[in-house]
DNA sequence: ACTAAACCGTGAAGCTGTAGACGGGTCAAT
DNA sequence: ATTGACCCGTCTACAGCTTCACGGTTTAGT
């Protein structure tokens, strides 16, 4: 049997962390001392450890509850989150622009401050790919990470209709339409 | 001469968030109707767009305040919340993976919203980069780009220091440190 | 002149997840 | 029995708003 504080040392967190927990219901410890401790058993040790891997994810406290109810299939939740997690990401990539723009401003310089689709390709062709090597590289990419494929094309400036022409393309294989290159 | 809801709609902000900033000291109308109504100038538009500007660069009520206060030069402010955002979208691609591992346990694969540091090395792996053409294609992108180099390596999820580091490598054409890839 | 809708002000409460303050209980050592 | 160190439970506060409630004001329409 743990008390509260021994418990939140063990997994790092604070003892209002658990007290909170506790508030909410996420975890009760199952019993309590003569004077009113809170006593945690190792089954509760154990869900604990559970609580604290959704938690490190980002879940909610409601999202975890949800999963802890619902034993394990509930991937909807998992998912949800991924979704979230994507928009997040780039919400913060966009203020990472605006404060570079901000930045360039008030430093004066002159430099492009974003890289546009012509750049981008000249530095690869630098590199030594050539037209298949693209190829190749856009279809990973649209495999591995189709969302941030399609986010980094419209940051090179390549408009809505034409991401989704290149990502259709990488998807087959490169096997038809006139895109050419980047 | 605008009321608290006009000026609300047009930056697409609440009414209550305008009586919020009021009530902070981030931007009092320069005047009031005989009813007591707020009424703002043009003068308060151009500091509320300020603010806005401020605020979508993930600004706090308190950084902005300081930005506003210091006239121009404030750079620090920003390099500060540059930084954070660095250290935000680490912590959501860390979460990424952890969400992508729990439902590849479940299930099948998933894929990812956004790229990382190594995701990004095996696509340009497998398009047939070896070290020595990734070496110059840094090289290419901060001599092209250097603001939106540094950038790129942020959204990757590098941290500040080590970014730099990449980019000195870079301009040096790739001479000393251990720096490895990406 | 009157009414109804739409606006305004103030104030309080709520939200998330955590940190910290407060006063009092517990425990080992004396 | 008593000191001191440490622990406990409970309560409050934080950002950055939003929502709600209550009551006054303006405005359009009749």
């Known amino acids: 049997m743990y008390r509260v504080s021994q418990l939140a040392a063990k997994f790092g967190?604070?003892?209002?962390?658990?007290?909170?927990?506790?508030?909410?219901?996420l975890l009760s410890p199952s019993g309590r001392s003569g004077a009113g401790y809170r006593l945690y058993s190792e089954r509760d040790l154990e869900r604990l450890a559970a609580i604290v891997s959704f938690r490190k994810a980002g879940l909610?406290?409601?999202?975890?509850?949800?999963?802890l109810a619902s034993g394990e299939g509930e991937q909807s939740v998992l998912r949800k989150r991924l979704a979230v997690i994507g928009d997040q990401i780039r919400a913060?990539?966009?203020?990472?622009?605006?404060l570079a723009r901000m930045l360039r401003v008030q430093s004066g310089g002159e430099l492009p401050e974003s890289v546009d689709k012509e750049t981008w390709v000249a530095m690869?062709?630098?590199a030594g790919m050539?037209?298949?090597a693209m190829e190749t590289w856009h279809a990973e990419f649209e495999?591995?990470?189709?969302?941030?494929h399609h986010s980094f094309l419209l940051s090179l400036g390549i408009g809505e209709q034409e991401a989704?022409?290149?990502?259709?393309?990488?998807a087959a294989g490169g096997k038809e339409g006139a895109v050419r290159e980047g």
Chains 1, 2 share one sequence.
């Open 143 to 148: 495999r591995r990470a189709p969302q941030a």
């Open 92 to 98: 913060l990539q966009a203020q990472q622009h605006l």
């Open 13 to 25: 967190l604070s003892r209002s962390t658990l007290i909170y927990y506790d508030q909410e219901g």
């Open 124 to 126: 690869l062709r630098a």
């Open 130 to 132: 050539d037209d298949e």
């Open 60 to 67: 909610s406290i409601e999202e975890t509850r949800v999963l």
């Open 164 to 170: 989704q022409a290149i990502r259709a393309w990488s």
